[in-house]
C-alpha cells in the first residue's frame, strides 16, 4: 500500500471509535456505517488475494462478522481499519490455504507462497468489459472534477491527494473548518451526480 | 435498517464528513437516523471519487448494501446477533474446569498409593526373608516381636537356599535403592525405569 493510500486514514479515528463505542454499547447501526464505510476498501483489499468476486465477498462478509462478534475485544490501541484490515488479510490467506488443502484440480502441486503469488498475478487481471466500464468511470470522474467551480476543487483535491484534514484545509483555503466541510461535500455530491449512471449502469451489468 | 428513506443535505454532508473521519457525535447521531439504502448509495459514490483519484488499480463499484444484508442474513441465520462477550467472560463460563479438578485429584491419589505400595512393600519384602523366627515367637515380649531391619553386613553373611538367591540379590539392591523412597527421595525415583539386577 503506498502512501498516497495511507495519508487520508491518518483522521478517521475518532469518527470510527465512536462508531465502535455505539456498537460495543449494542448499536448495531453503527456497525452498518462501518460496514458501508470500509466495504470497499475491504473488498479491494481482499480482490489482491483472490480473483473470483463471489469468493472476495464471502471472504468480506466472513470478515466483517468476525469483527462484529469481536469488536468488544478492541481498544482503540489502533485504528479500526488497521484491526478491521488485519483481519481481512488473516480471513483471506486462511481461504487460500483451505483452498489449498483441497483435492487438486491439477497435476502440479503447489506450496502456499505459489498459491498466494498465483492468486495475487490473477487478481490484476480483469475482464476487458470491466476494464472499459472502469475506464469510463475514471474518466467521467475527471470530468466532473475539472468541471468544478474552484473553491470546490480545492477543498476535494487538498483533502483526497494530499489527505489534509478539514482543519489544515482551512488554513490552507483561509477559510472556516465548516465552509471546508460544506464544500468537500458540494463538491463529492456533483461529482457522484455526474458519475451515477455510470455507477447505476455497473451494477446492472 | 431502516427509518427514514429521504435524506437532508445536512445528512448527507454529515456523510460526508464521516467518510473523512471528521464526524462530530451529532453527525454521526444524524447518520444513524437515516436509512442504510440511501447512505450505501451515496457512499458508493464517494468511494468511487476516492478509489480513482488514488488510482486504485480496479474501482470496487455495485456493492451498495448487498455486502451488509449478506451479513445481516448470516448472524440472522446463525441466531447470534449480539457481539460475543469479551474473553474474560468466555474464559468464566468454561465447563470443563470441575473435570480437570476431579482428573487432578485422582492423579495424586494414584501417585499417593503407588508411593505407599513402594515403601511399604518394600520393607515387607525386604523383612519377609527375616522373619523365619517361629511362630511362637510372637508370644515372647513385644521386643521380640517387632520387625527387625537386616543389616546389609549381616545379609551379605547369611546363607540362603540357592533357589532363592536370585530374589535375594534383587531384594539386596531393592533395601540400597531404597533409601531414595524416603521423603524428597521420592521425586528423582520416579526417573528409575527399573533397578539394574545382576544375573
Not at chain 1, 475485544?73 to 481499519?81: D, I, L, P, T, V
Not at chain 1, 472502469?134 to 468541471?147: G, P, Q, V, W
Not at chain 1, 473553491?151 to 482543519?167: N, Q
Amino acid at each position: 500500500m503506498t502512501l498516497k493510500h495511507e495519508v487520508p486514514m491518518q483522521h478517521e479515528t475518532s469518527s470510527d471509535q465512536t462508531l465502535v463505542e455505539k456498537v460495543q454499547q449494542g448499536d448495531k447501526r453503527a456497525f452498518d456505517v462501518l460496514v458501508m464505510k470500509y466495504q470497499y476498501k475491504v473488498v479491494g483489499l481482499i480482490g489482491r488475494y483472490i480473483q473470483d468476486r463471489s469468493e472476495v465477498l464471502d471472504v468480506a462478509q466472513e470478515s466483517f462478522i468476525k469483527a462484529y462478534r469481536s469488536i468488544n475485544s478492541f481498544r482503540g490501541e489502533s485504528a479500526f481499519y488497521t484491526w478491521l484490515y488485519r483481519i481481512a488479510v488473516n480471513t483471506a490467506k486462511n481461504h487460500l490455504v483451505s483452498r489449498s488443502r483441497r483435492p487438486p484440480e491439477s497435476d502440479v502441486e503447489l506450496d502456499n507462497e505459489e498459491v498466494f503469488n498465483t492468486y495475487e498475478s490473477l487478481s490484476d487481471i480483469a475482464s476487458p468489459e470491466a476494464k472499459l466500464n472502469s475506464n469510463r468511470l475514471e474518466k467521467a470522474i475527471y470530468h466532473a472534477i475539472e468541471m468544478l467551480p474552484e473553491e470546490l476543487r480545492s477543498a476535494l483535491t487538498l483533502r483526497e491527494f494530499d489527505g489534509l484534514s478539514y482543519e489544515d484545509i482551512s488554513l490552507i483555503m483561509e477559510c472556516p473548518v465548516g465552509t471546508v466541510r460544506s464544500r468537500i461535500f458540494r463538491a463529492r455530491e456533483a461529482v457522484e451526480k455526474h458519475i451515477r449512471p455510470f455507477l447505476d449502469a455497473g451494477e446492472s451489468s | 435498517m431502516t427509518s427514514q428513506n429521504t435524506h437532508t443535505p445536512e445528512a448527507m454532508a454529515s456523510l460526508s464528513a464521516m467518510f473523512d473521519g471528521e464526524a462530530t457525535e451529532q453527525d454521526i447521531a444524524a447518520l444513524l437516523a437515516q436509512d442504510s439504502g440511501v447512505l450505501a448509495r451515496q457512499l458508493e459514490g464517494f468511494h468511487a471519487i476516492q478509489q480513482c483519484l488514488h488510482k486504485d488499480e480496479q474501482l470496487a463499484v455495485g456493492l451498495q448494501d448487498n455486502l451488509l444484508m449478506r451479513i445481516h442474513d448470516t448472524l440472522d441465520t446463525e441466531g447470534e446477533i449480539e457481539p460475543s462477550p469479551k474473553l474474560t467472560t468466555q474464559v468464566a463460563v468454561l465447563p470443563q474446569s470441575n473435570v480437570s479438578w476431579k482428573m487432578m485429584f485422582s492423579g495424586v491419589a494414584m501417585a499417593a498409593s503407588v508411593a505407599f505400595m513402594v515403601v511399604f512393600g518394600g520393607n515387607f519384602l525386604l523383612n519377609s526373608e527375616v522373619s523365619h523366627t517361629p511362630i511362637t515367637a510372637d508370644v515372647s515380649p513385644v521386643k521380640a516381636t517387632l520387625p527387625v531391619a537386616t543389616p546389609l553386613a549381616e545379609l551379605n553373611q547369611q546363607a540362603l537356599p540357592l533357589d532363592n538367591m536370585k530374589l535375594q540379590q534383587y531384594l539386596r539392591q531393592h533395601a540400597e535403592q531404597a533409601t531414595m523412597t524416603v521423603g524428597q527421595g521420592m521425586i528423582p525415583m520416579a526417573r528409575v525405569v527399573n533397578y539394574p539386577v545382576q544375573e
